[in-house]
C-alpha cells in the first residue's frame, strides 16, 4: 500500500480565546496529488492550512510526513510544505518583487544572481516578468498574490499549500496562475473559494463545515450536489449556478 506523502490524524485546535477551530480532523495527500479543500468563511480551512505546512502548532493529532511522525516538528513540514498566505502582505517584505521571490532560493546558499534569474522566469512563467522591478509596497492586491505565489514556487516545494491563490486576480492573472499550477507535479493542497478553478484542477475536494471534514470525494460529484454544497454554506460552481437558475 502506498504511504501517503502527508497525513493528518485527528488534528484538533483552538484559538487563544478556547473558540473551538479544528475538531478531529484527518485527511492524506498522495504524492502528486491535487486537493481542494472548499468551505464557507469560518470553516476552519485557513487553520488546517498552517498547521499541515507547521506555520501553527496543533493542539492534539498527528501529522505524519511520508509516514513519519512529524508532530511538532515544524521543521519538518516546512522544509517539505511550501505555503503561499491568503493576505500576500504577511509574505512579502524585500525591497523589490524579484528579491522577494528569490530570497527562499538564496537562504538556502543559492548564489544572488542564479537565484534571481530563477525568480524572474518564474515570474515570467506567471504572465508577471513586469513585477520584478517593482516594490511590493507599490502594487496592487492582485499584483501582491502573484509575487508572493512565485516566491513559493520558485523553490519548488515538495508540498504545496495554497490558501485563495486566485482571491483578488482578473480574469487573465487567475489564467495564468491555474495553468502553472496544473503543469506543475507538486502535491498540493489548496484552500478555495473559487470552485470552478478546484472543479477543472484538482483530484479530489475536501468539504470543510464547522471545524470538520463533512464530505470528500470527486470534484464533479461533491461540487455539483446542490443539496451537499447548501448544506455547508457554498453554492454551486458558476457554471453550474447559472444553469440551475435557468
Known amino acids: 500500500m502506498t504511504v501517503p506523502i502527508l497525513e493528518a490524524k485527528s488534528i484538533v485546535y483552538s484559538y487563544p480565546d478556547g473558540t473551538p477551530a479544528l ?9 502528486g496529488e491535487k486537493i481542494a479543500l472548499v468551505g464557507a468563511n469560518g470553516s476552519g480551512k485557513t487553520t488546517l492550512l498552517l498547521i499541515l505546512s507547521g506555520a501553527l502548532a496543533p493542539r492534539g493529532g498527528e501529522i505524519l510526513l511520508r509516514g513519519e511522525d512529524v508532530s511538532g516538528r515544524a521543521s519538518a513540514l516546512n522544509k517539505a510544505a511550501g505555503l503561499v498566505f491568503q493576505d500576500p502582505d504577511d509574505q512579502l517584505f524585500m525591497p523589490t518583487v524579484a ?21 524572474v522566469s518564474c515570474l515570467e512563467s506567471l504572465g508577471a516578468r513586469r513585477l ?4 511590493p509596497h507599490r502594487m496592487s492586491g492582485g499584483e501582491k498574490r502573484i509575487a508572493a505565489l512565485a516566491g513559493i514556487l520558485v523553490t519548488e516545494p515538495e508540498i504545496l499549500i ?4 486566485t482571491s483578488g486576480l482578473d480574469p487573465a ?17 489548496i484552500g478555495t473559494h473559487d470552485l470552478d478553478m478546484a472543479l477543472g484542477l484538482c483530484d479530489r475536494v475536501l468539504v470543510m463545515h464547522g471545524g470538520a471534514i463533512t464530505a470528500k470525494g470527486a470534484p464533479k460529484e461533491i461540487l455539483t450536489d ?5 448544506k455547508n454554506g457554498l453554492d454551486l460552481p458558476l457554471r453550474y449556478s447559472e444553469s440551475e437558475n435557468l
Open 23 to 31: 475538531n478531529g480532523v484527518s485527511l492524506s495527500l498522495g504524492a
Open 132 to 135: 520584478a522591478a517593482r516594490p
Open 162 to 165: 495554497l490558501d485563495e491563490p
Open 99 to 119: 528579491e522577494d521571490a528569490a530570497f527562499g532560493l538564496v537562504s538556502k546558499g543559492v548564489p544572488a544572481r542564479e537565484a534571481r534569474d530563477a525568480a
Open 173 to 189: 492573472a487567475r489564467r495564468n496562475i491555474v495553468k502553472t499550477l496544473e503543469n506543475m507535479d507538486s502535491t498540493m493542497l
Open 226 to 230: 446542490g443539496a451537499l454544497m447548501r
